[in-house]
């Protein structure tokens, strides 16, 4: 562990009390895994406390538990994970928040780094992560007829509909997917002496 960011979770276990589930050191980086409600509150402190000083949002994504495990997750099915840089510093601090319910909502932090703009509506897009008070909530890499979420581990692989230009209607119209799902079977051949013994078998049969 590093002894750096091993002072720094002392830090800020002291400057976030009361607004985090945990407060570790993972992968060589801090990460702090906020109260769903303290969000805000945390992004925050976190951009403005002069021994933390994350100024800068560097990436934000989704992610789905569902599957996690194996199965054997049983927190909330989603979470969002912010990836935070202090340039003043030069640390770096992962934040999580987990969040449930059918669609998940969590609090926007456009208004705490800016950057969060795109990325939000990426984790939206993906996740069907709701986040409130986002200034213009909508798809981003899909297209706006899109069906479902394609990064929730529930979606199909050959997704819900297809789409195509009809020169009848003179517009692109979407129908049901006409793929087959099917179950690819791994081949594999492996070159080494595990198989000289048959190999030289053939041979002498030949």
Request: negative net charge.
């Given at each position: 562990m590093s002894d750096y960011y091993s002072k720094l979770a002392d830090v800020a276990?002291?400057?976030l009390a009361g607004l985090f589930e945990s407060v570790?050191?993972?992968?060589?980086?801090?990460?702090?895994?906020?109260?769903?409600?303290?969000?805000?509150?945390?992004?925050?402190r976190l951009r403005d406390d002069k021994e933390l000083l994350c100024e800068e949002l560097i990436d934000l994504c989704g992610i789905d538990y569902s599957q996690?495990?194996?199965?054997?997750?049983?927190?909330?099915?989603?979470?969002?994970?912010?990836?935070?840089?202090?340039?003043?510093?030069n640390h770096r601090i992962r934040l999580k928040v987990l969040v449930d319910g059918e669609p998940p909502?969590?609090?926007?932090?456009?208004?705490?780094?800016?950057?969060?703009?795109?990325?939000?509506?990426?984790?939206?897009d993906l996740f069907g992560i709701i986040f409130e008070g986002h200034?213009?909530?909508?798809?981003?890499?899909?297209?706006?007829?899109?069906?479902?979420?394609?990064?929730?581990?529930d979606f199909p692989?050959?997704?819900?509909?297809?789409?195509?230009?009809?020169?009848?209607?003179?517009?692109?119209?979407?129908?049901?997917?006409?793929?087959?799902?099917?179950?690819?079977?791994?081949r594999v051949i492996r070159d080494d002496n595990r198989y000289l013994g048959k190999e030289l078998e053939e041979n002498s049969d030949a």
């Open positions: 276990s002291e400057k570790d050191v993972e992968f060589g980086e801090l990460m702090v895994t906020a109260k769903h409600d303290k969000l805000l509150e945390i992004s925050g996690y495990g194996d199965g054997a997750w049983k927190g909330p099915r989603f979470g969002v994970a912010y990836q935070l840089l202090s340039i003043r510093h909502v969590i609090d926007s932090v456009i208004d705490v780094w800016n950057s969060a703009n795109w990325y939000e509506r990426e984790a939206f200034p213009d909530l909508r798809r981003i890499l899909t297209d706006y007829g899109f069906v479902g979420h394609p990064f929730r581990k692989l050959s997704g819900n509909v297809e789409m195509r230009y009809d020169p009848e209607k003179q517009r692109v119209i979407y129908e049901p997917v006409t793929v087959q799902p099917r179950i690819n079977q791994l």
